[in-house]
T-cell receptor, first 114, second 110 residues
Framework: GAGVSQSPSNKVTEKGKDVELRCDPISGHTALYWYRQRLGQGLEFLIYFQGNSAPDKSGLPSDRFSAERTGESVSTLTIQRTQQEDSAVYLC????????????FGSGTRLTVV | GQSLEQPSEVTAVEGAIVQINCTYQTSGFYGLSWYQQHDGGAPTFLSYNALDGLEETGRFSSFLSRSDSYGYLLLQELQMKDSASYFCASLPGSNYQLIWGAGTKLIIKP
């Protein structure tokens, strides 16, 4: 597609429920990144996929968080047993290797855990 | 460690010029990027400096000095729509992952 697409744009869930967030990167972009951004804060790195290499999961805050990517296409970020501190905007970005300095971000998923 | 430092907030007047500084300390360095993020929006790419010097794109310019581990974003003829947060990010090169600063909130007064 023309841009990075994320769904849903907003998600309200009850504490303890599982949620799944989706990211559809720009076609041909081999790199895909997930970030978390709390209100008024900076970008918190979560996970990075590059082609068929093993993902860099070093930013995942707990084992409740996991992510998958099918080849060089769609990625899903799953949060199990959600907690109120998980409330944030989850941003996905993609880039080509050659343009790794210029990420294209999706509009994000605003997650609210009540 | 790897870190980038930038001021948390900068205030300027409409029509004026403002400079947002960024100092970095990373184990590897290929270049420095700048992103703009409006409230409620996604970050958007502004510029990238791989070499020392000034890069100009319209009202925005970005500067890099590798010897000083320092860069800045210069915004001229400020408009109210420039009110946003601005992030610097370095490309260490090892795995193409950007390392991000905490962001600078630019407040523009009429």
């Amino acid at each position: 597609g023309a841009g990075v697409s994320q769904s849903p744009s907003n998600k309200v869930t009850e504490k303890g429920k599982d949620v799944e967030l989706r990211c559809d990167p720009i076609s041909g972009h081999t790199a895909l990144y997930w970030y978390r951004q709390r209100l008024g804060q900076g970008l918190e790195f979560l996970i990075y996929f590059q082609g068929n290499s093993a993902p860099d999961k070093s930013g995942l805050p707990s084992d409740r968080f996991s992510a998958e990517r099918t080849g060089e296409s769609v990625s899903t970020l799953t949060i199990q047993r959600t907690q109120q501190e998980d409330s944030a905007v989850y941003l996905c970005a993609s880039s080509s290797v050659q343009g790794a300095y210029g990420y294209t971000f999706g509009s994000g998923t605003r997650l609210t855990v009540v | 460690g790897q870190s980038l430092e930038q001021p948390s907030e900068v205030t300027a007047v409409e029509g004026a010029i403002v400079q947002i500084n960024c100092t970095y300390q990373t184990s590897g360095f290929y270049g420095l990027s700048w992103y703009q993020q409006h409230d409620g929006g996604a970050p958007t790419f502004l510029s990238y400096n791989a070499l020392d010097g000034l890069e100009e794109t319209g009202r925005f310019s970005s500067f890099l000095s590798r010897s000083d581990s320092y860069g800045y974003l210069l915004l001229q003829e400020l408009q109210m729509k420039d009110s946003a947060s601005y992030f610097c990010a370095s490309l260490p090169g090892s795995n193409y992952q950007l390392i991000w600063g905490a962001g600078t909130k630019l407040i523009i007064k009429p």
